[in-house]
């Protein structure tokens, strides 16, 4: 991790385990590559956009379950019906 001297992180790192391990590092890998510094609502998007394109499918809103951690607030806290639908939403127009 890089900190700058007043101990605040400056990149983002992501990571995946499981079966399908390497294909997630590669997608996140090439994601993380032409763009480090994720918003939040970039962030959530490339992590569900990493699950469809390694699972080959696209995600209804009853299929997905999004649970976060912001630096801020340091427990999971999960995302409403109505945060996952924008964020498909968001991600099928860049499609």
């Known amino acids: 991790m890089s900190y700058t001297s007043l101990n605040h992180f400056n990149r983002h790192f992501a990571t995946s385990f499981g079966s399908k391990e390497q294909e997630a590092v590669n997608f996140l890998e090439k994601k993380c590559k032409s763009n480090p510094q994720f918003s939040y609502e970039e962030t959530v998007q490339t992590t569900i956009s990493a699950l469809q394109s390694i ?6 809103l009853t299929e997905i379950e999004v649970r976060v951690v912001r630096a801020g607030k340091p427990e999971f806290c999960v ?6 639908d924008e964020h498909l939403t968001a991600i099928s127009g860049c499609d």
């Open 79 to 84: 995302l409403t019906t109505e945060e996952i």
């Open 55 to 60: 699972l080959l499918e696209d995600f209804k």
